[in-house]
């Protein structure tokens, strides 16, 4: 934008006419720059209608998306759906150190990569999933390609910390370091990238409970501590045979540390087979979720895990179950996508604005 507006100062110009015409294409550019967040970001320039990320943007939240590698490389209604409706992703499985380092000392970057420079194509933001710890920095944190441009915007630092009482889990991580190895994690990792925000991030502990709790207290005396750490991640896989846990307060305490609470991994699966009443049960969840998000401020994101049951990870892992996201196998869009347009459009906090 600064430059754009310094620009005519320097142009010379051989007439009146030719001046007007600058001045009109500075004024085109300035404009596209203005609106370039909500205009979609497939190459055509042209505003299609309202997109969950159009809509988010006028809220100052942006909407994430899994993404998987294969299916961004050979499917390109799955990629342009991705640019169209989302302003964030987060690789599924591209940047676990399984991924990255599968065998001993051979590291695997090119899948990220892509992943990332799409996202970059795309004006979208990055988070990085997930960093995994042994007792020395990783040399691929500070020397691979992730970090060195500063193209993550958040990474989940530690991963799903805490059993489902609220005792910690114990990992090769835990019994190595010791359980106080987060701060370490933190605090190395914001050497590495001090612009990335840094994240815990769990499952189960979107409502109150035990586990919540842990996450609390873990997180309050890190703050107390001055241990770089800016957010904690809701992962929110629900379930409908489940219940819906109250978000909002939950969200708001974390909040009220001085950290930012995203919804991370959004996924809501139900018992096969999908029914009118079972989506409509869906969609209201995936709103209300969005909406307790709307209305706390310190929530910048609510990434959806995969926006299409065409790659969920559902069904592999939960016998019998499925149709958790929000769009069908054959990319139409499902209840849940109008209820989150709408939320966006609607949203029953306005303490955004
Ligand atoms: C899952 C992926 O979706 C699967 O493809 C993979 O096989 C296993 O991991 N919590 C997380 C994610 O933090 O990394 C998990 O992703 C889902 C649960």
Redesign the pocket.
Known sequence: MLHLMKTPNRVKTPNRVARLLVAAVMAALTLLMVSSQSVFADGSGHNKGATLRSEATELGIHIGS?V?STQLSTDTQYAQILGQQFSAITP??EM?WASVEAQRGVFTFGPADAEVQFAEQHHQLVRG??LVWHSQLPTWLTSGTFTNEHKIWQW?VV??PFNDDGTLRSTIWEQALGPNYFADALRWTHEADPHAKLFL?D?NIEGAGPKSDAMYALVKSLKEQHVPIDGVGF?T?LGLQFGLPSMQPNLQRFADLGLDVDI??MDVRMILPATPALLATQASWYAQVLQACIAVRRCVDFTV??YTDKY??IP??FTGQGSADIYDENFVPKPAYAALLDALKHPVSHQRH
Do not use: L
């Open positions: 899994a998987g599924e499985n676990k999933h997930n989940d991963n799903e991030n499952y992962e896989h991370t991994e895990w995969e969920s990870w592999g892992f």
